[in-house]
């Protein structure tokens, strides 16, 4: 509630931080491959920064991070190098960003303390619906801490955390572009995932 009532008005709904996001991830070049081998579906995500009258952000940075094709975290999971499926990017003058990633998992928020006894007495589901995290940020922009949401994942419309915002939910629809499955050696079809961050003016 109190991210739904203090994030400015006309931009891109705000959402949850959760506890999974690291201050180091690198930067990369936008267009970055961040899929390293790994299990998972190819995920060509995909757009813009732009302004609420609709005008690009210019060098707008992303920081994104997301769970791996077991639903771990690197946080939760040795078997994954610390920087996996995370990086922070440039978008280029005209608002626009890409990379490549894999598509994201439902999974369970920690059970293991008070928050978990907590859900258990409310009987309240403990699971989240597949999505990304981003952070994009701009000079004399209000920064936003935000989530894409998988359209028609399971729990969509009953996140734990209370994460979900209409605005925020995304179709992974097939893409048989061949120039970028050429420029990632990706088979096609593969997922595409397009979304326009709008950033609202500090005042
Ligand atoms: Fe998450």
């Known amino acids: 509630m109190v991210d739904v009532v203090s994030q400015p008005v006309g931009g891109t709904s ?3 931080l959760g506890p999974f996001h690291n201050h180091d991830s690198q930067l990369q070049a936008n267009g970055v491959d961040l899929t390293n081998g790994q299990a998972g579906e ?9 302004d609420i009258n609709g005008k ?13 094709d077991n639903g771990l975290y690197p946080a939760q999971d040795p078997a994954q190098d610390p920087h996996n499926l995370r990086c922070k990017i440039h978008c280029e003058a005209d608002g626009s960003f890409e990379l490549l990633t894999i598509r994201p998992h439902p999974y369970t928020v920690p059970t293991d303390g008070p928050v978990g006894a907590m859900l258990a007495a409310a009987k309240r589901s403990i699971w989240r619906p597949a ?10 922009y209000v920064g936003l801490v935000t989530e894409l949401f998988s359209a028609g994942s399971a729990y969509i419309d009953n996140d734990t955390v209370f994460g979900v915002r209409e605005g925020l939910i ?3 629809k097939p893409c048989q572009n061949a120039e970028v499955a050429k ?3 990706l088979q096609a079809p593969f997922n595409e995932v397009q979304f326009e961050f709008c950033l609202v003016k500090q005042n």
């Open 183 to 185: 420029r990632y050696n």
């Open 170 to 172: 995304v179709d992974f």
């Open 42 to 50: 190819r995920t060509w995500l995909h757009g813009r920064v732009v």
């Open 14 to 16: 705000s959402s949850v």
């Open 131 to 140: 999505h990304y995290h981003v952070i994009v940020s701009a000079p004399s």
């Open 56 to 68: 690009p952000v210019a060098n707008a940075e992303l920081d994104f991070w997301q769970n791996a």
